[in-house]
Protein backbone atom coordinates (compact mmCIF):
# COMPACT_ATOMS: atom_id res chain seq x y z
CA UNK A 1 0.00 0.00 0.00
CA UNK A 2 0.93 3.20 -0.72
CA UNK A 3 1.98 5.73 2.14
CA UNK A 4 3.23 8.93 2.26
CA UNK A 5 3.60 10.26 5.95
CA UNK A 6 4.44 14.33 6.62
CA UNK A 7 6.00 15.60 9.79
CA UNK A 8 7.88 18.45 10.73
CA UNK A 9 5.16 20.91 11.42
CA UNK A 10 4.09 23.22 13.90
CA UNK A 11 4.64 27.04 15.61
CA UNK A 12 6.48 29.04 14.17
CA UNK A 13 7.51 32.80 14.81
CA UNK A 14 8.01 34.59 11.64
CA UNK A 15 11.50 35.00 10.10
CA UNK A 16 11.97 30.88 11.45
CA UNK A 17 12.43 28.15 10.02
CA UNK A 18 11.37 24.66 9.84
CA UNK A 19 12.20 21.38 8.05
CA UNK A 20 9.30 18.88 6.67
CA UNK A 21 9.77 15.64 5.90
CA UNK A 22 7.49 13.60 4.11
CA UNK A 23 8.61 9.27 4.67
CA UNK A 24 7.17 7.62 1.32
CA UNK A 25 6.11 3.57 1.52
CA UNK A 26 4.64 0.81 -0.52
CA UNK A 27 6.40 2.21 -3.50
CA UNK A 28 9.60 2.10 -5.44
CA UNK A 29 10.30 5.76 -4.24
CA UNK A 30 13.91 6.81 -6.77
CA UNK A 31 11.09 6.22 -9.76
CA UNK A 32 8.93 8.96 -9.03
CA UNK A 33 9.10 12.79 -9.13
CA UNK A 34 7.86 14.57 -5.66
CA UNK A 35 6.05 17.80 -5.39
CA UNK A 36 4.77 19.45 -2.36
CA UNK A 37 1.34 21.43 -2.15
CA UNK A 38 0.03 23.92 0.36
CA UNK A 39 -3.33 25.01 1.12
CA UNK A 40 -3.82 28.01 3.69
CA UNK A 41 -7.48 27.58 6.09
CA UNK A 42 -10.15 27.79 4.18
CA UNK A 43 -8.45 28.67 0.92
CA UNK A 44 -7.53 26.41 -2.32
CA UNK A 45 -4.68 24.20 -3.17
CA UNK A 46 -1.23 25.90 -4.55
CA UNK A 47 1.71 23.90 -5.55
CA UNK A 48 4.56 24.93 -4.11
CA UNK A 49 7.67 22.76 -5.01
CA UNK A 50 9.15 19.95 -6.98
CA UNK A 51 11.91 17.56 -7.21
CA UNK A 52 12.75 14.79 -9.78
CA UNK A 53 14.28 11.55 -9.27
CA UNK A 54 17.65 11.52 -8.53
CA UNK A 55 17.34 15.07 -6.74
CA UNK A 56 18.91 17.23 -9.54
CA UNK A 57 15.99 19.22 -10.79
CA UNK A 58 14.02 21.18 -8.64
CA UNK A 59 11.56 24.05 -9.20
CA UNK A 60 9.99 26.55 -7.20
CA UNK A 61 6.67 28.70 -6.80
CA UNK A 62 7.58 32.15 -7.10
CA UNK A 63 6.48 32.64 -3.28
CA UNK A 64 9.19 30.31 -1.95
CA UNK A 65 11.47 30.60 -4.38
CA UNK A 66 14.94 31.60 -2.29
CA UNK A 67 13.35 30.56 0.84
CA UNK A 68 12.55 27.32 0.61
CA UNK A 69 14.45 24.39 -0.98
CA UNK A 70 13.13 20.92 -1.63
CA UNK A 71 15.63 17.73 -1.62
CA UNK A 72 15.75 13.87 -0.93
CA UNK A 73 17.39 11.16 0.48
CA UNK A 74 16.32 7.84 -2.02
CA UNK A 75 18.31 5.82 0.42
CA UNK A 76 15.50 6.67 2.97
CA UNK A 77 12.77 7.16 0.74
CA UNK A 78 12.54 10.67 1.95
CA UNK A 79 11.50 13.78 0.46
CA UNK A 80 12.35 17.21 2.79
CA UNK A 81 11.19 20.73 2.65
CA UNK A 82 13.37 23.28 4.05
CA UNK A 83 11.54 26.20 4.76
CA UNK A 84 13.51 29.26 5.79
CA UNK A 85 12.91 33.50 6.42
CA UNK A 86 9.00 31.86 6.86
CA UNK A 87 6.31 34.18 6.89
CA UNK A 88 2.31 34.58 7.81
CA UNK A 89 1.74 33.94 4.62
CA UNK A 90 3.27 30.69 4.55
CA UNK A 91 0.98 29.43 7.41
CA UNK A 92 -1.17 26.17 5.82
CA UNK A 93 -1.30 22.18 5.32
CA UNK A 94 1.56 20.89 3.10
CA UNK A 95 1.02 18.26 1.40
CA UNK A 96 3.94 15.71 -0.17
CA UNK A 97 2.43 14.34 -3.44
CA UNK A 98 3.39 11.45 -5.69
CA UNK A 99 3.54 12.64 -9.39
CA UNK A 100 3.34 9.04 -11.42
CA UNK A 101 3.53 10.76 -14.70
CA UNK A 102 0.02 10.32 -15.41
CA UNK A 103 0.21 9.05 -19.15
CA UNK A 104 2.70 11.23 -20.28
CA UNK A 105 1.72 14.50 -18.46
CA UNK A 106 1.94 14.96 -14.68
CA UNK A 107 -0.20 14.90 -11.69
CA UNK A 108 -0.71 13.73 -7.80
CA UNK A 109 -1.94 10.45 -7.56
CA UNK A 110 -1.11 9.73 -4.27
CA UNK A 111 -1.05 12.65 -1.49
CA UNK A 112 0.26 12.42 2.37
CA UNK A 113 -2.20 13.27 5.40
CA UNK A 114 -0.27 16.66 5.29
CA UNK A 115 1.25 18.80 8.26
CA UNK A 116 -0.29 21.88 9.31
CA UNK A 117 3.00 25.02 9.69
CA UNK A 118 1.76 27.73 12.03
CA UNK A 119 3.86 31.24 11.19
CA UNK A 120 3.10 33.41 13.72
CA UNK A 121 4.57 35.46 16.67
CA UNK B 1 2.62 31.96 -15.55
CA UNK B 2 -0.56 29.96 -16.78
CA UNK B 3 -3.61 30.84 -15.02
CA UNK B 4 -6.79 28.43 -14.70
CA UNK B 5 -9.69 29.61 -13.90
CA UNK B 6 -12.86 27.42 -12.96
CA UNK B 7 -16.22 28.11 -12.99
CA UNK B 8 -18.96 28.01 -11.56
CA UNK B 9 -17.73 28.34 -8.15
CA UNK B 10 -20.11 27.00 -6.46
CA UNK B 11 -22.85 24.58 -7.28
CA UNK B 12 -26.13 24.00 -5.57
CA UNK B 13 -27.24 20.71 -7.15
CA UNK B 14 -29.55 17.64 -5.80
CA UNK B 15 -29.01 13.75 -5.90
CA UNK B 16 -29.14 12.41 -9.38
CA UNK B 17 -28.30 16.01 -10.91
CA UNK B 18 -26.12 15.82 -13.97
CA UNK B 19 -23.24 18.13 -13.06
CA UNK B 20 -20.81 20.21 -15.29
CA UNK B 21 -17.45 22.00 -13.96
CA UNK B 22 -15.68 24.01 -16.35
CA UNK B 23 -12.03 25.08 -16.46
CA UNK B 24 -10.23 27.63 -18.37
CA UNK B 25 -6.26 28.10 -19.09
CA UNK B 26 -5.35 31.14 -19.59
CA UNK B 27 -2.78 29.60 -22.54
CA UNK B 28 -2.66 26.07 -24.27
CA UNK B 29 -2.08 23.19 -22.04
CA UNK B 30 -2.37 20.55 -24.66
CA UNK B 31 -4.34 17.85 -22.35
CA UNK B 32 -1.95 18.55 -19.69
CA UNK B 33 -5.15 18.37 -17.22
CA UNK B 34 -6.27 16.92 -13.99
CA UNK B 35 -9.28 16.78 -11.66
CA UNK B 36 -9.19 16.45 -8.07
CA UNK B 37 -11.64 16.13 -5.14
CA UNK B 38 -11.73 17.26 -2.05
CA UNK B 39 -13.54 16.62 0.82
CA UNK B 40 -13.48 18.51 4.50
CA UNK B 41 -10.36 17.80 6.74
CA UNK B 42 -9.35 15.49 4.29
CA UNK B 43 -6.26 15.11 1.31
CA UNK B 44 -7.55 15.82 -2.07
CA UNK B 45 -8.32 12.76 -4.31
CA UNK B 46 -7.26 12.39 -7.43
CA UNK B 47 -9.95 11.94 -10.26
CA UNK B 48 -9.11 12.22 -13.88
CA UNK B 49 -5.70 12.79 -15.31
CA UNK B 50 -4.44 13.81 -18.83
CA UNK B 51 -7.71 15.58 -19.24
CA UNK B 52 -9.93 12.40 -20.04
CA UNK B 53 -8.46 9.02 -18.38
CA UNK B 54 -10.47 8.40 -15.30
CA UNK B 55 -8.04 7.49 -12.34
CA UNK B 56 -8.18 3.50 -11.18
CA UNK B 57 -10.90 2.98 -8.47
CA UNK B 58 -13.07 6.20 -9.55
CA UNK B 59 -16.76 5.90 -10.40
CA UNK B 60 -17.54 5.73 -14.11
CA UNK B 61 -19.91 8.63 -13.30
CA UNK B 62 -16.48 11.24 -13.35
CA UNK B 63 -15.60 11.84 -16.98
CA UNK B 64 -13.72 14.35 -18.41
CA UNK B 65 -13.03 16.35 -21.83
CA UNK B 66 -11.02 18.92 -23.85
CA UNK B 67 -7.87 19.78 -24.87
CA UNK B 68 -6.24 23.14 -25.41
CA UNK B 69 -7.37 26.12 -23.06
CA UNK B 70 -10.94 24.89 -22.36
CA UNK B 71 -11.96 21.42 -20.22
CA UNK B 72 -14.69 20.00 -18.17
CA UNK B 73 -15.52 17.54 -15.09
CA UNK B 74 -18.99 16.16 -15.79
CA UNK B 75 -20.69 14.36 -12.76
CA UNK B 76 -23.35 12.29 -15.13
CA UNK B 77 -26.22 11.79 -11.51
CA UNK B 78 -24.51 13.09 -8.55
CA UNK B 79 -24.52 10.81 -5.40
CA UNK B 80 -24.59 11.94 -2.02
CA UNK B 81 -20.57 11.03 -1.58
CA UNK B 82 -20.00 13.01 -4.39
CA UNK B 83 -20.54 16.71 -2.57
CA UNK B 84 -16.86 18.20 -2.11
CA UNK B 85 -14.82 20.48 -3.66
CA UNK B 86 -13.46 20.07 -6.80
CA UNK B 87 -10.52 21.03 -8.34
CA UNK B 88 -8.51 21.46 -11.91
CA UNK B 89 -4.55 21.16 -11.99
CA UNK B 90 -2.78 21.95 -15.34
CA UNK B 91 0.94 20.67 -15.62
CA UNK B 92 2.39 21.68 -18.95
CA UNK B 93 4.53 24.44 -17.63
CA UNK B 94 7.52 23.31 -15.08
CA UNK B 95 5.30 23.89 -12.03
CA UNK B 96 1.66 23.29 -11.55
CA UNK B 97 -1.42 25.50 -11.60
CA UNK B 98 -4.36 24.49 -9.65
CA UNK B 99 -7.62 26.48 -10.41
CA UNK B 100 -9.53 28.09 -7.69
CA UNK B 101 -11.77 25.37 -6.88
CA UNK B 102 -16.00 24.66 -7.21
CA UNK B 103 -18.07 24.18 -4.06
CA UNK B 104 -20.67 21.21 -5.16
CA UNK B 105 -23.38 20.89 -2.21
CA UNK B 106 -26.70 20.00 -1.60
CA UNK B 107 -29.54 21.78 -2.91
Known amino acids: EVQLVESGGGLVQPGGSLRLSCAAS????????MHWVRQAPGKGLVWVSR????????TYADPVKGRFTVSRDNARNTVYLHMNSLRAEDTAVYYC??????????????WGQGTLVTVSS | DIQMTQSPSFVSASVGDRVIITCRAS??????LAWYQQKPGKAPRLLIY???ILQSGVPSRFSGSGSGTDFTLTISSLQPEDFAIYYC?????????FGQGTKVEIK
Open chain 1, 26 to 33: GFTFPTFW
Open chain 2, 89 to 97: QQANSFSWT
Open chain 2, 27 to 32: QVISNW
Open chain 1, 97 to 110: VRDPGCSETSCADY
Open chain 2, 50 to 52: AAS
Open chain 1, 51 to 58: INTDGIST
